[in-house]
């Protein structure tokens, strides 16, 4: 399996599926990773300023969602 755990300089992918079903892809930079493993946060910096739904820029996303939604989140590693 590869490894889905987010580090700075990945391509980060969110697909827009599980709450409004519409497919749109927002693609980011993963900039920063903070925490320890189990609280890390990760914090992106999207392409053309346009960031998901559920992505905030206070505390951004979980590493452990990154790492376990395969149906939200496409991590290209560096």
């Known amino acids: 399996m590869e490894d889905r ?4 300089g990945d391509l980060l992918i969110h697909t827009d599926g599980a709450a409004f079903n519409s497919g749109e892809k927002c693609q980011g930079l993963v900039t920063e990773v903070v925490g320890d493993v189990f609280q890390s946060r990760v914090f992106v910096q999207w392409a053309d ?3 998901p739904y559920d992505y905030g820029d ?4 979980s590493a452990v969602n990154i790492h376990n939604c395969f149906d939200t989140f496409e991590l290209v590693k560096v």
């Not at 755990?5 to 700075?8: I, K, L, R, S």
């Open 58 to 61: 206070k505390y951004g996303y």
């Open 49 to 51: 300023n346009n960031a």
């Open 5 to 8: 755990w987010p580090e700075v």
